[in-house]
């Protein structure tokens, strides 16, 4: 799905990925995946249509993480 993504803005990523997040203190979108077990953190360049995995983790680490 990502590799057929047009971007434009993240409100549009949103549309596709509902579930999906922008956090702007780490400029990161945050991807829900696997029933929601499991984060996506990528950096999404909309101008050069670049999307770089940052980090896959359980949803338990994730929220270690961000205490």
């Known amino acids: 799905m ?13 549309r596709t990925f509902p579930a999906a997040d922008y956090a702007p203190e780490s400029g990161t ?3 829900n ?5 499991y984060r ?16 896959v983790m359980t949803h338990e680490d994730y929220e270690k993480e961000t205490l």
Request: aromatic share 10%; charged share 25%.
């Open 29 to 31: 979108v945050i991807f």
């Open 40 to 55: 996506l953190i990528a950096r999404v360049d909309f101008e050069e249509r670049i999307l770089s995995v940052e980090a």
């Open 2 to 14: 990502a590799t057929a993504g047009q971007w434009k803005h993240f409100p549009e990523l949103k």
């Open 33 to 37: 995946i696997g029933g929601n077990k």
